[in-house]
């Protein structure tokens, strides 16, 4: 007896497959992209002064490091800001609120991830750095520590969505053990919930960090954008710049394929490594949990 | 001595499922009572309200009284925490905590404020050997609990309520997902314990019912249809509607 052909199934299959390797392709083409227009940069420029604590491309200047420690210093801050606000809002909703203000504030929250950051760019620019002047007494308001707290606000919806739907798919027999013992409902959250959501809480820190890394306009909107070294605690309070705004403000006025435009797209590779180390870091960390529980449960 | 003295409860939950009707029941002190009867019956739901554990879910109306020493432990005044130490629980499915198996045996223990060392492993081996499973965890104490086979699982929950030295332990279906070894094991960890303890089971069979009371009770729809000390109920039960389910003609 012939096998039928099942012309259906092989074309999904076919599609699917093709959808696949297509994102592979894209990533694939970008990374090639950002190589063959950021290397030469090494040739133009010395490694040593890419290096240094200038960034004035006018004079020929091409130092990245304020860039790097300006972007560096505003995501730390916001990470600051945004972990124990993310976590504690997750662990609010999902163990402590009662179920009609969740249900207000679960859908609250996902539309607030969806806010488009030029918005509360506009936020920072008339309500947070004025603000910021004034109460600490600074000589500008833009500054990194407003785009730390701006980027925190970006980051908080993400990381409280996903915490809050990690928190909520642990079993409830987990805490009716616990409580069943004498544990309070605090101790509870703390050495049983927590901990066995634990990998998708850092999943939601991880994409928190993504999604602060990558963010562009709302920093360039409230950060003063001057390229400073930013290595002392004071820097948190001076203007800095950030790798993203440095590219999206110089990319469009630069001649293309002259230095600038090599250095810029080198920035470009600088980021496209930092954010791979925290996505490798984020999925090592996922994965070693993911296999444990695996093994455990077989 | 009656330990437990349950005096016409009655409670409904939020979707107006009334699961306990009127239910008036004396548990005697150092015995196994065992509650049983078809599903929805409202043995779990009595079971919770010995140890509040229904404050934490939705409950509409509830009435009556729970005495426990001559104390009336639904009384708003009750510190809950202390009594949940006082009377301990094992679940249907095994929930060990997401810690070793060291951890889970003292958790409870360093909620209640123990922290010698000493204290601390004379508990761990103490309640271990009373859920009769000290040999076979002895040597992997600090690996994960999960990690055990589910009969392992639940004796290590078994060990873990012990260790806090609980006056009475509520058994809910401890064994429906146990092989009949496991059980086996449990049930005889059982009969030692009940020297000591008040302990309220339910079992998940008819037959486990009848292996294990020394005092039966049987519930169907919210209602306690019958209670006899001893074996009564299984030998000469007064009510056909008992009758037929411990027959097996039930439906
Ligand atoms: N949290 C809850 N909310 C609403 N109704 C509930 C809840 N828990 C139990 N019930 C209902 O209460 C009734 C009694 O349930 P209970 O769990 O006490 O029965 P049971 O005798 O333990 O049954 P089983 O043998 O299936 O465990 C059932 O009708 C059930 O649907
Ligand atoms: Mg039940």
Redesign the pocket.
Known sequence: MQKPLHWREIIITRLIQASGYSAILFVAAIFLFLMREGLPALGEVKFSDLLAVRWYPIEAYFGILPLITGSLIITIGAMLIAFPLGIATAVYISEIAPRWVREILKPLVELLAGLPSVMLGFLGILVVSPFLRTALDLPTGLSAFAGSLLLGGIAVPTIVSIAEDALDAVPRSYREGAWALGATKWQTIWRVTLPAARSGVLTAIMLGIGRAIGETMAVMMVTGNAPVLAITPGSLFAPARTMTATIAAEMGEVASGSTHYHVLFFIGIVLFMISLAVNIAASSVVFRAKKRAERILS | MDKILIDSLSLQ???G?E?LRNVSLAIPEKAITVLF??????????LRCLNRLNDL??VRASSGKVLIDGENVLDPKTDVIALRRKVGMVFARPVVLPMSIRGNLTYGLELAGETRRSRLDEAVERSLRLAAIWDEVKDRLDEPAIALSGGQQQRVCLARVLALQPEIVLLD?PTSGLDPISTGKVEAALQELKKDYTIIL?PHSVQQAGRTADHAAF?LQ?ELVEFQPGHGIFTNPRDKRTEDYVTGRFG
């Open positions: 939950y939020a979707d499922t699961s009867g078809p599903a929805g019956g409202g043995k779990s739901t009595l879910t939705e279906e339910v519930f919210g």
